[in-house]
């Protein structure tokens, strides 16, 4: 069994900064791929970013240059540095993992977060 536990979510102006981070806890070998996603009221879950075990990262236009993530293997744990917030970023921000479980077998697992409540409004 592994948990994704997200934090760092809450109310912030336009134009302010939050960071998120979501750690990954137990029977875990390593982990491949990590992301955000999130969710505002009424839409479809979208893609935030991403970023591969060695590092390499993707992120959806509407964030480029304002948002960065980064993981630290050590820790299992993926970061989202979000800057300049817009009011069109408000949504729940959910972190994925690709998550390698080993007992007799090899297996790759995909897990969610519960999710964290980003907030922009003056």
């Known amino acids: 069994q592994v948990q994704l536990v997200e934090s760092g979510g809450g109310l912030v102006q336009p134009g302010g900064s939050l960071r998120l981070s979501c750690a990954a806890s137990?029977?875990?070998?390593?982990?491949?791929?990590m992301g955000w996603y999130r969710q505002a009221p009424g839409k479809q879950r979208e893609l935030v970013a991403t970023?591969?075990?060695?590092?390499?990262?993707n992120y959806a236009d509407s964030v480029k240059g304002r948002f960065t993530i980064s993981r630290d293997n050590a820790k299992n744990t993926v970061y989202l540095q979000m800057s300049s917030l817009k009011p069109a970023d408000t949504a729940v921000y959910y972190c994925?993992?690709?998550?390698?479980?080993?007992?007799?077998?090899?297996?790759?697992?995909?897990?969610w977060g519960q999710g964290t409540q980003v907030t922009v409004s003056s």
């Open positions: 970023i591969t075990r060695g590092g390499n990262t």
């Open positions: 994925n993992a690709r998550v390698v479980v080993v007992t007799t077998e090899v297996h790759e697992y995909d897990y």
């Open positions: 137990g029977r875990i070998f390593l982990i491949n791929a």
